[in-house]
């Protein structure tokens, strides 16, 4: 046996001298340095610091029980349940589901449809997440909560915005020299409003632990845990800009969600950068954090040094995710995680940056509630995507990644979530326990093209080659659901929810295209296309417009910049025809209705927020979609297009068509459950009183056996 | 000891300049350059992931405390995990401590030597204890002191400690040997009077292995001597620092400790 080098006896001898120094200790050597101070105080201070809690906790809990008592007695006593939870599965389709449990795909599911519930839920106008997860959590429809999209439009300019949380710079400023020192924080301020359920629970007692729901940047706060998901930006304010470092000279950025950033040569090394966020010393420029890469073409591998890390990695490897520390002098910095994929090293050399996220061990905005809540996750299971939307499908939309590597990424992320999810069912014994798993939405947005025979975006994939990637999505799904079922009793409910389901986005529809072609957007004279975002558009002649994904907007007088139609008879009239025109829309090319249904908001939407909404909603029909440009405010000459995007299943569709789910393990009586019902159910559940707000409306839910 | 004698001289070189303004300074200079020598040891024997992994677990039992403080069940279970992970990180710092322990522990020992105790000063009068096996053996030693020494008092026994006590003083600064006879083999004492920062050797024991190699700088007595042990009583020393006096192990102790701390920081080593 060899000990630190040393042979079996010499071994042994030093063990005994040591044995001996720590036994009988004399003056001098008390004190066995550093070493052992710092192991010996390190531990103090870790229990140390636990026993002060402990003292702490136990001294105040009789109190603070006292104190929650009562509350407690009034949540609690009038409960029909010790425990709710809620997972999500964004987009998880009904009849996808009931398809693969017909197929014996998904046994667990099955199971809870046998026992308990299975049914569509219904879902929100329009059938995106932000929408319908921020009516999820409040009960109210969107005239009440204030989202109707991703983006909503600024009047003045008619430009985009994102709708959920705004971001602003310090208000004051302190100016030395070029520098301009930013005094006091950001300012974040929440888009959403209305209550979410967990407050109203939190108040009366009942704990809550709230993971990734969307729309709950910035974090509120209230008595539970919440952390953060859809909407949380990245370190530079977008919803996720990644970076291809190239050797390759080709333009510096994507249509879509990130940048190219040029690897340089010199010598046996590369060089290149991560762009960060904007310098916080108002000097306009953007923080840079460069970083070293060392090909080693031999072995098919390349090691990359970044401030004092070093990972080497395969090609076709993802590293771990790495902290990274953007500095802009003067002592300011920010902090983030980024990962690399080494996607080629020979004839060209590329490596892949994810979008860098707010590190959730120092986080530089607030993510969660409270704030060590994120903390508390990094530290007990490693650093984990922050990012609302973490799953890069802007890079394999741009074929930056392929399918495996996108694959790679989602279920990593999901990973990580799915072990915070069960440490939140593992300390939430009594309350709400909900976590929203955003993969089924990503993938099945970026996969669904193997599950459309005809889909244009694999026409060249022989069928029989065709990957089952949303079979196994769901498949890895209900083992997650197995799992919940094993960990819960009949205290508890288990409630599983999806947004929205899924449609096949085969064919984009550009409206704005189809507006300009029947005289209600003009042009600029000369001009037969725009520009992304309305450049061209000649507002003085145009009557309505289209942005984001189903909202069609009018441009009324008073309310948009340059709006020509009046409020009242004439826009609504206006109204009337466009409904009339588009209802009904048919594809030339393939004979399908493109558009199921034309929604006016002043009838389905009620509530203070409506006129922040579009005035019609637009419901496409199955295997369409409004195209990219559209979305981005862009006239093109086409209205129909082929999509041979990566992206090719979408839910923004006629809300009437892509219901999501509902499954619980205990039998629920409803007619037709929406997703609006859930907050008023789980407020019923723990006996507490409604708000008259709602809109929603409680379920009748069995109880166990 | 050779390897720690070399140690210790190097020490002394790198820290000559501190040694010329005072031990205080020198005792900071010390504390300093083995503070970074000890974190970097422990950097390359202790495994940093699992350092990292066990503490950051730690820190996450006891943010889970104050959490979910109104789960008693939760709270209780982040308890038992903290204890746990404590142990888990005593466990992963031991082997460091292990491979740092005996050389720091004999470095600290020889620096003792030069730190501990002052050196005696020139008409200072200091006492030469010399303990021996029997009461009758009291009798029969004498000391023989060179001409820079001389005995001030007469010698006093103690019997019921086996010893014999000599009051002497010292007329100049010079490092000199005292001998004792007349208990078989004739046995010598190192006896060092300086103004200024010296190696000093306070006993010469006969056997006491342990304390032989921690508490003396001499080669042991003859075996077959009477004499168990002769000791010198020098002063023991006091760091100032601040205006505050100092066991110098005490500020080596904050001091090494302040710099581990800083330097694990800089160096981004986990402790």
């Known amino acids: 046996m060899k000990l630190f080098g040393l042979r079996k006896n010499n071994a042994r001898w030093l063990l005994l001298l040591v044995g001996c120094l720590l036994l009988f200790p004399v003056r001098s050597e008390a004190y066995a340095g550093p070493g052992a101070g710092f192991a010996v105080l390190s531990s103090f201070w870790t229990i140390f610091v636990a026993f002060l809690y402990s003292f702490y906790a136990l001294l105040t809990w009789p109190f603070r029980q006292l104190l929650r008592f009562r509350r407690r007695r009034k949540a609690y006593g009038k409960a029909l349940i010790k425990r709710v939870v809620i997972v999500g599965f964004d987009g998880m389709d009904p009849e996808l589901a009931d398809r693969f449990m017909a197929e014996g795909r998904l046994p667990h599911f099955a199971q809870l449809r046998e026992k308990g519930t299975f049914c569509p839920l219904r879902t929100t106008f329009p059938a995106i997440s932000p929408v319908a997860w921020s009516t999820f959590q409040t009960g109210v429809n969107p005239g009440k909560h204030n989202i109707y999209d991703f983006l909503a439009r600024d009047l003045s300019n008619y430009l985009p915005f994102l709708s959920s949380a705004q971001i602003k710079e310090p208000k004051r400023r302190l100016r030395i020299g070029k520098y301009s020192l930013p005094l006091g924080k950001p300012e974040i301020k929440g888009m959403r409003r209305g209550t979410p359920f967990w407050h109203w629970l939190g108040k009366a007692g009942v704990f809550c632990s709230v993971i990734r729901v969307p729309v709950t940047f910035p974090p509120e706060k209230f008595p539970g845990v919440l952390l953060s998901g859809m909407c949380v930006p990245d370190l530079k304010g977008t919803q996720g800009t990644f970076c291809l470092c190239s050797t390759r000279v080709q333009g510096d950025k994507f249509r879509e969600g990130g940048v190219r950033i040029p690897i340089q040569r010199n010598g046996a090394k590369f060089h290149s950068y991560i762009p960060g966020p904007e310098n916080p010393l108002g000097t306009g420029s953007e923080l840079r954090l460069p970083f070293e890469i060392h090909p080693d073409a031999k072995r098919n591998r390349a090691r990359i040094s970044v401030d004092s890390e070093n990972v080497t990695l395969n090609v076709g490897e993802y590293s771990e995710w790495i902290p990274v520390k953007f500095s802009a002098g003067l002592g300011f910095t920010a902090h983030g995680i980024c990962r690399f994929y080494l996607k080629e090293i020979s004839p060209e050399l590329e490596v892949y940056v994810t979008p860098v996220n707010i590190d959730p061990g120092r986080p530089d905005l607030p993510i969660s509630h409270p704030v060590t809540y994120s903390m508390y996750l990094a530290k007990l299971f490693g650093p984990y995507a922050t990012l609302g939307l973490a799953e890069d499908t802007w890079a394999l939309n741009e074929k930056v990644l392929d399918d495996d590597a996108f694959l790679a990424q989602c279920y990593s992320n999901h990973d990580d979530r799915e072990r915070m999810f069960f440490d939140s069912l593992e300390k939430t014994p009594q309350g709400l326990c909900t976590c929203v798993f955003d993969t089924t939405d990503r993938v099945q947005h970026m996969f669904w093209r193997y599950l459309d025979e005809n889909h244009p975006a694999v026409k060249d994939v022989p069928r029989d080659q065709r990957p089952k990637v949303i079979h196994d999505l769901y498949a890895r799904m209900d083992r997650l659901i197995g799992r919940v079922m094993e960990q819960i009793d009949d205290k508890s409910l288990l409630l599983v929810i999806s947004d929205h389901g899924f449609k096949s986005f085969a064919r984009g529809v550009n409206l704005n295209a189809w507006l300009h072609q029947n005289g209600y957007l003009v042009l600029q004279d000369g001009k037969n296309e725009s520009g992304d975002w309305f450049e061209d558009v000649d507002w003085s002649r145009t009557r309505a417009y289209t942005m984001g994904l189903n909202g069609l907007y009018l441009n009324i007088k008073g309310r948009e910049r340059e709006g020509v139609l009046s409020a009242g008879a004439e826009s609504e009239a206006l109204k009337e025809d466009l409904r009339g025109k588009l209802n009904g829309l048919v594809d030339p090319a393939s004979g399908k209705v493109a558009i199921t249904g034309m929604f006016n908001c002043d009838v389905i939407y009620a509530g203070p927020y409506v006129e922040n909404a579009p005035d019609l909603i637009v419901g496409y029909g199955a295997g369409f979609r409004a195209s990219r440009d559209s979305v981005m405010g862009k006239v093109t000459g086409t209205v129909f297009e082929d999509n041979i995007k990566a992206w090719s299943g979408d839910h923004c569709v006629d809300p009437r068509l892509v219901p999501g789910v509902l499954f619980s393990n205990r039998k629920i009586t409803a007619e037709k459950p929406a997703i609006v019902d859930v907050a008023p159910t789980i407020l019923k559940m723990f006996g507490l009183d409604l708000p008259t707000h709602f809109d929603g409306k409680p379920w009748t839910i069995a109880k166990a056996g | ?271």
């Open chain 2, 1 to 271: 000891m050779v390897v720690v004698s070399i140690a210790v001289s190097s020490l002394w070189v790198m820290v000559t300049p501190a040694r010329e303004t005072g031990p205080a300074l020198l005792v900071v200079a010390i504390s300093v350059i083995i503070g970074l020598l000890m974190v970097l040891v422990f950097r390359y024997t202790s495994d940093q992931n699992a350092i990292r992994r066990t503490k950051d677990q730690l820190k996450a039992h006891l943010l889970a405390v104050r959490l979910f403080q109104d789960q008693l069940q939760v709270v209780l279970r982040a308890y038992a995990r903290i204890l746990g992970g404590t142990g888990r990180y005593l466990r992963l710092a031991f082997t460091p401590l292990l491979i740092v322990i005996l050389p720091l522990t004999f470095l600290i020992v020889e620096l003792d030597r030069y730190l501990g105790w002052q050196p005696l000063q020139p008409a200072q009068a200091f006492l030469v204890e010399v303990r021996v096996d029997t009461p009758q053996a009291l009798n029969q030693v004498a000391l023989q002191l060179p001409p820079e020494l001389a005995i001030s008092a007469p010698p006093v026994h103690i019997e019921k400690d086996k010893e014999v006590v000599w009051r002497v003083v010292a007329n100049r600064e010079g490092r000199y040997n005292l001998s004792i006879v007349g208990a078989g083999q004739p046995a010598s004492k190192q006896v060092t009077v300086s103004e200024g920062l010296a190696r000093v050797s306070p006993i010469r024991l006969r056997d006491s292995f342990w304390e032989r190699i921690l508490s003396s700088a001499e080669p042991a007595l003859p075996n077959d001597s009477l004499i168990r042990s002769i000791a010198i009583t020098y002063p023991p020393r006091n760091v100032t620092l601040a205006g505050w006096k100092f066991n110098w192990i005490v500020l080596f102790f904050v001091i090494s400790l302040v710099a581990g701390f800083i330097f694990k920081t800089v160096l981004r080593i986990q402790v």
